[in-house]
């Protein structure tokens, strides 16, 4: 549907119930163009993968790639992609951020955690690279549930209540579906 710029750069598909198949993932230029990751677009097709129509950049203007662009389990419409920045050609920050379905809005989860929850803040559109300070991003709205430190750990499991955590699997129907 679309050239990557590395083989391991790496978006979700999802087959929604409406007969609407969704990526979203990192096919657009990046800042890093020869290393993995890019910046993340949402891209559709109604006709089971025939044709694919890109409806919006989701990340533009980043200092670093994002990647690994995972499919969370029982995704919420709010709660839709999550995925990580960095700079692939050296050490780097590494943020986590997640979008909503249309791909609209964009959140990033705090880097260090003082407490046992924080908010995740809405990150403005060109304002990711904020000197990884919150003085420019804005705080998502206060009834917007925070996510535990122990949410996600690093065997990926973790209080799925809380907040779903990345789905790596593919089930077997679905691997069919793709094969016809």
Not at 44 to 68: I, L, M, Q
Not at 73 to 78: I, L, N
Request: charged residues 25%; neutral net charge.
């Amino acid at each position: 549907m679309t050239r990557a710029n590395h083989n391991y750069t790496t978006g979700a598909l999802y087959l929604e119930d409406d007969g609407t198949w969704r990526i979203i993932g990192p096919t657009e230029p990046g800042p890093q163009p020869v290393g993995s990751g890019a910046e993340v677009a949402v891209w559709t097709s109604r006709d089971e993968g025939k044709t694919w129509r890109k409806d919006r950049d989701v990340t533009a203007g980043s200092p670093r790639n994002h990647n690994y662009v995972r499919r969370p389990v029982h995704a919420h419409p709010d709660f839709y992609a999550f995925w990580a920045d960095g700079d692939p050609d050296k050490l780097s920050p590494s943020h986590l951020y997640f979008t909503n379905q249309a791909g609209d809005r964009v959140w990033r989860l705090p880097y260090d955690m003082a407490d046992e929850f924080a908010a995740p803040v809405a990150v403005e559109r060109g304002k990711w690279h904020v000197g990884e300070s919150r003085g420019d991003l804005n705080p998502i709205s206060p009834e917007t549930r925070p996510c535990r430190r122990d949410s996600i750990s690093a065997s990926g499991k973790g209080d799925a209540t809380r907040m779903a955590y990345p789905q790596s699997e593919v089930s077997s129907a679905t691997i069919a579906r793709l094969r016809g």
